[in-house]
């Protein structure tokens, strides 16, 4: 089984608590910091960038900006009137949410990619769900 991986800023302590949420809220997705090796790498190799931007990789899509947005609320099963108002701020609050919080502003890339093959190498290790075999009495 794989997990999808959310890649959030974890040099801002706010995003760092908003990513353990979503592992207590969302057994199917790890979150995985944008400054990580393995991240840096993974987005060279799908973007030929290092573009800084809100990610969902789930299967062999890669979800980018709205998309990534509204693939998440859907997999947090947030309630679909909050879900469609985020999605509806997102591309108008980005640029200045990203300015002031982030210190940058999100790539201006959006949408659902094929996963690359050999950007998929550098996330496999991240995606593996491990489980700690506990015996009984």
């Known amino acids: 089984?794989?997990?999808?991986?959310?890649?959030?800023?974890?040099?801002?302590?706010?995003?760092?608590?908003a990513a353990e949420t979503v592992t207590h809220c969302a057994t199917d997705i790890t979150p995985v910091p944008w400054e990580s090796d393995s991240i840096q790498a993974f987005l060279q190799a799908q973007f030929d960038d290092s573009?800084?931007?809100?990610?969902?990789?789930?299967?062999?899509?890669?979800?980018?900006?709205?998309?990534?947005?509204?693939?998440?609320?859907?997999?947090?099963?947030?309630?679909?009137?909050?879900?469609?108002?985020?999605?509806q701020a997102y591309p108008?609050?980005?640029?200045?949410?990203?300015?002031?919080?982030?210190?940058?502003?999100?790539?201006?890339?959006?949408?659902?990619f094929p996963l690359d093959p050999t950007a998929k190498a550098h996330i496999e290790p991240l995606r593996r769900v491990h489980t700690i075999p506990v015996e009984t009495e």
């Open 51 to 87: 573009p800084f931007a809100f990610i969902l990789i789930e299967g062999e899509s890669v979800h980018v900006g709205e998309a990534a947005v509204k693939e998440a609320l859907e997999q947090l099963n947030i309630a679909p009137p909050v879900a469609r108002l985020v999605e």
């Open 1 to 17: 089984m794989t997990q999808s991986l959310l890649v959030y800023d974890g040099s801002t302590d706010l995003f760092r608590r």
């Open 92 to 112: 108008t609050a980005a640029a200045p949410f990203g300015r002031v919080v982030h210190g940058q502003v999100p790539a201006e890339i959006h949408g659902t």
